[in-house]
T-cell receptor, first 112, second 106 residues
Framework: DTAVSQTPKYLVTQMGNDKSIKCEQN?????MYWYKQDSKKFLKIMFS???????INETVPNRFSPKSPDKAHLNLHINSLELGDSAVYFC???????????FGPGTRLTVL | KQEVTQIPAALSVPEGENLVLNCSFT??????LQWFRQDPGKGLTSLLL?????REQTSGRLNASLDKSSGRSTLYIAASQPGDSATYLC?????FGAGTRLTVKP
């Protein structure tokens, strides 16, 4: 009974393709996040959603579009993939904006 | 915008030593601060969460403190073990520090 799950775990694709990463949490949390961990292992917030509403967008290119069909899901769609998009993407959730964050296992994206 | 800094970037200690990892943040009006560990190639394991109204939290050999006025948090690890070797990350209001890579030598 995984709390925060992501699919796929690994994603290898060519430049220019479009891909999606899915995230689901079964904790009943209201807030979900996407973080990117780059090749230098630095973790950076990309998006934050609260009750399906976007509340944070950290100067992420328009090629990245999060979609929250309901409170339990926050998917990340990436258009026209570039080499620099290669990273590990982590999804997380919390009860609210001040609660502890629970992280998914990560999705390792490799763009060739 | 909150900025989070972790010092040192790397630390190597012999087994059994007590150690302190530091995290500083620029905006004292925080909601909470959370410490994680990350093993190479793995995900994030939550260690301790300190709410804004709290001063410290303890779990086993770990103790985390929070001083909002000085913009600092410390993670104290007692009697370190080789299994503690990992990167320790500080998360403050959705902002991560760069981490401290800890190596505990047998």
């Amino acid at each position: 009974d995984t709390a925060v799950s992501q699919t796929p775990k690994y994603l290898v694709t060519q430049m220019g393709n479009d891909k999606s990463i899915k995230c689901e949490q079964n904790l009943g949390h209201d807030t979900m996040y996407w973080y990117k961990q780059d090749s230098k292992k630095f973790l950076k917030i990309m998006f934050s959603y609260n009750n399906k509403e976007l509340i944070i967008n950290e100067t992420v290119p328009n090629r990245f579009s999060p979609k929250s069909p309901d409170k339990a899901h926050l998917n990340l769609h990436i258009n026209s993939l570039e080499l620099g998009d290669s990273a590990v993407y982590f999804c997380a959730s919390s009860q609210d904006l001040v609660g502890a964050e629970f992280f998914g296992p990560g999705t390792r994206l490799t763009v060739l | 915008k909150q900025e989070v800094t972790q010092i040192p970037a790397a630390l190597s200690v012999p087994e059994g030593e007590n150690l302190v990892l530091n995290c500083s943040f620029t905006d004292s009006a925080i909601y909470n601060l959370q410490w994680f560990r990350q093993d190479p190639g793995k995900g994030l394991t939550s260690l301790l969460l300190i709410q804004s109204s709290q001063r410290e939290q303890t779990s086993g050999r770990l103790n985390a403190s929070l001083d909002k006025s000085s913009g600092r948090s410390t993670l104290y690890i007692a009697a370190s073990q080789p299994g503690d070797s990992a990167t320790y990350l500080c998360l403050c209001d959705m902002r991560f520090g760069a981490g401290t890579r800890l190596t505990v030598k047998p």
